[in-house]
Every structure is written in structure tokens, then in C-alpha cells.
């Protein structure tokens, strides 16, 4: 079961093009046991867009695994309306829901889906109770704002709701990052959190690309005091650069 979870895990991502942006593409993924609650996926769509997804089940072990199953069956029979990430999450949700229904078991799976659309210059994001991601625009590193109703529920938990999309320009924006909570609620031994404010100062240095990435696991591990993480950990950077 490990193997397969593995092998759906991308081993690379993709940097695109258009004539006025380049958007890079990085990821740093650790599961904590053999068989992982977390993933991410990025899609190409085609005419300068990718969406992508992170996405975190609630639990660990064999059944958090399955829903991963789930969900990864759910993103295939939902990929037309992956341009629009608020349809693309209340699909998912109802998919979830349904099949959660039969089970009787309470489950349930936050997620981040955005899309990336160079020639219109923006991100349309849409969340479905997970935290939020970091932003950097003209240097400056901030947590995005999402409160009341951008802030969906947790994929399965209420069936039939609607999710509300953002929208940021390209302008300004050095990078976007999402992740899981595995990161950041790693403690140290007198119980303080590593927490999202460490991993922005970490984010506010100069390095980039995946090397950036394995400093927010490694400064955390350095807190934390320990080898290894309890949760596991999903880390997806979006890098954007004018003109390149």
C-alpha cells in the first residue's frame, strides 16, 4: 500500500511560461508512517493555467489512506471543472460526502485548490477549512487573509455547500506556499509550537526553490528538538518571476 501511495506522489513539478510571467513549481513531501493522510497534486490545464491542490485527511494510518484513495478518484471524475476551484472543491465535497455516508465513520479531509492563470495575470483560490497560504509580494511575507465564508468547510463534513473563490494578482507576488499543519504544530520540549509566524520568517530569507522548502523542515526539526515529524508534512511552493 505504501509503494502505490508513493508512486502517486509527483516526483517533479512543472515551471510554466507565458510572454510576461514564469511560475515555478516546488514541493517538499514527508510522510510520518507508511501510509500518509497528506498529498498534493498539480495539473496542467493547458493555455498558461495549472491548478493545484493540498490537501490534508483528518488521521493517519490505513484509513486515512483510503480516503486518500477517495479523493484522488474524486480529483480524476472532477478534472473538467478544475479551472473553477470553488465547483472543483463543492465536487469534491459531494463525492466525500456520499461516499462517507455509507460508512457511518466521521471523516474528514482539509484542502487549498488555486489556479494559476498566466495570461489573465492572477490565482483563483478557493479553501475548504485548511489554513491558509503564506504570500510574498515586493518582499514582504504575509499570511493570506481568509475569513468568514472563503473559508469553506472541511471536504465531507457538510454536503452540498457552496465555496467562495479569491482572486490575487500576479502583480507584486513573488511566491505563494501551501502546506499542511504537520509542519507548523511540531513542539518543542516545553510544549511552544513551531507555528506559522517561524516558518514566514524562514520564508522572508533569499533562498528559493526546493532548497527553501527543506529550510522550513529543517529550522522546524532544529525547534522541535527531534529527528522526525509526528504528522506528516506537505509543503507546496509557487514561485513567479516578470518577464522571465
Known amino acids: 500500500a505504501r509503494e502505490i ?15 510576461q510571467w514564469t511560475a515555478k513549481f516546488n514541493h517538499c513531501y514527508q510522510p510520518a508512517s507508511d501510509l500518509a493522510g497528506d ?13 493545484f491542490l493540498v490537501c490534508d485527511v ?12 477517495m479523493l484522488r478518484g474524486l480529483i480524476e471524475k472532477q478534472r473538467a471543472s478544475a479551472g473553477e476551484p470553488g465547483v472543483f472543491l463543492a465536487g469534491l465535497n459531494e463525492g466525500l460526502s456520499h461516499l462517507l455516508a455509507r460508512t457511518r465513520t466521521e471523516m474528514f479531509a482539509t484542502a487549498f485548490y488555486g489556479v494559476v492563470d498566466l495570461e ?7 479553501s475548504a477549512g485548511h489554513p491558509a497560504p503564506i504570500l510574498k509580494r515586493h518582499g514582504k511575507v504575509e499570511v493570506m487573509n481568509l475569513k468568514g465564508r472563503l473559508r469553506g468547510p472541511a471536504l465531507g463534513m457538510v454536503p452540498g455547500v457552496p465555496y467562495q473563490e479569491s482572486v490575487l494578482s500576479l502583480r507584486g507576488l513573488d511566491g505563494l506556499w501551501g502546506f499542511t499543519d504537520g509542519v507548523f504544530e511540531i513542539r518543542a520540549e516545553d510544549g511552544e509550537e513551531f507555528g506559522v509566524p517561524r516558518m514566514c520568517q524562514v520564508l522572508e530569507g533569499t533562498e528559493s526553490g526546493p532548497e527553501l522548502l527543506e ?18 508534512v506537505c509543503l507546496l511552493g509557487i514561485e513567479f518571476v516578470r518577464g522571465a
Open 120 to 126: 489573465a495575470g492572477e490565482i483563483r483560490l478557493a
Open 5 to 19: 501511495q508513493q508512486a502517486a506522489v509527483p516526483r517533479a513539478l512543472p515551471t510554466i511560461q507565458s510572454e
Open 58 to 69: 483528518m488521521g493517519h494510518g490505513v484509513r486515512a489512506a483510503l480516503i486518500v484513495s
Open 39 to 51: 498529498f498534493l497534486e498539480v495539473v496542467e490545464l493547458g493555455d498558461h493555467r495549472v491548478g
Open 215 to 232: 529550510r522550513i523542515v529543517t529550522t522546524a526539526l532544529t525547534f522541535s528538538g527531534e529527528g522526525v515529524f509526528e504528522d506528516d
